[in-house]
């Protein structure tokens, strides 16, 4: 189009129509919406339909990611830490989680609460101790770790005996003589009557561990096999250790039980074979400190374990200490 010279552009007739035009074009008219309803759309971006029908697909795409069932709803369930026997009840704890009607559907593998179910499934299953990791794995599949909940040993009671976990709960009462079955579980003898029922706490931790730590450390240190355990009641730390060579022990529960080992290796190393064979009872409940006993010669003897080793001998039936010098 050829350029319109400026000094006679208002004679050109296109420059004149368009300068009409200008001068009389309006602007379209928005229309306010009339009620408060509208209003309200408008301040937050939904004035237009369009912007109504994008925003309604938008939540309709969303209704379907998290209450119609998808490609992201947990379809796998993968449990590992226990047995197949245990594998079954965990996994239908899981769904029973997992069917909740909660606002955000657990069944979604993204909505999944992770300690919501590791609490629930404590809460409702016994057989677990506590659960190690909880993985997800896009686009259906939960992984779980399980550390279960198994037996640590028995305790036999004047009303009958009873499995002990390894968190020291009370899991089961057993409704024969443990000692003529064949499990596999070491046995605490509880001299006084005591009422202990399933699910009850019978041991903390602590002792729990103790308890084990002796089951499997003592006979190496002692050369026998263990006899029997016993207490006198379940608040009491006093522990009686009975050894087939007919050795008894006596030990704290509230102490540090490899502290404990340590200081018998070193009293039982002191003595000779003789004398070993000879003993009657060690008492190992003293602070750096233990008494000892001899068949056939006065109680007690006193060995302090801090001090340098003593030589001890027998003289008429009595037990004579003396330290030895350097």
């Known amino acids: 189009m050829t350029k319109i010279n400026p000094k006679i552009r208002f004679q050109n007739s296109y420059f004149q129509k368009r300068l009409q035009e200008a001068r009389g074009y309006k602007r379209a008219k928005r229309i306010l919406p009339q009620t408060q309803l509208g209003v309200l759309l408008a301040k937050v971006g939904l004035g237009s339909w369009t912007a109504r029908l994008f925003t309604l697909l938008i939540l309709l795409l969303l209704i379907y990611a998290v209450y119609i069932p998808n490609i992201f709803f947990i379809k796998n369930i993968q449990i590992s830490g226990i047995e197949a026997s245990g594998q079954a009840a965990v996994a239908t704890s899981v769904q029973s989680f997992l069917n909740h009607r909660l606002p955000w559907p657990q069944k979604n593998l993204f909505l999944l609460s992770r300690p919501g179910l590791n609490d629930f499934l404590i809460r409702n299953n016994q057989q677990i101790l506590k659960v190690d990791k909880i993985s997800k794995k896009i686009p259906n599949t939960l992984i779980i770790n399980i550390i279960p909940r198994t037996g640590a040993f028995v305790i036999q009671t004047l009303k009958g005996n009873y499995t002990i976990s390894n968190d020291g709960l009370v899991s089961q009462k057993l409704f024969t003589d443990h000692s003529t079955t064949s499990s596999p579980l070491n046995v605490v003898k509880i001299i006084k009557d005591v009422g202990i029922s399933p699910g009850q706490k019978a041991f903390d931790q602590g002792r729990v561990n103790f308890l084990n730590g002796l089951f499997k ?23 009686t250790v009975n050894v087939q060579s007919g050795l008894n022990l006596f030990f704290d529960l509230n102490q540090d039980l490899l502290t404990i080992l340590n200081q018998l290796k070193e009293l039982l190393a002191r003595q000779s074979s003789a004398q070993q064979k000879n003993l009657y009872y060690i008492d190992m409940r003293f602070k750096n400190k233990s008494y000892l006993c001899y068949k056939g010669t006065a109680c007690v003897n006193d060995i302090n374990l801090s001090k340098p080793a003593a030589t001890t001998t027998s003289v008429s039936g009595k037990t004579i200490k003396t330290n030895d010098k350097k």
């Open 217 to 239: 450390q003592l006979p190496d240190i002692v050369k026998a096999p263990i006899q029997s355990l016993e207490l006198t009641d379940l608040d009491l730390p006093d522990l």
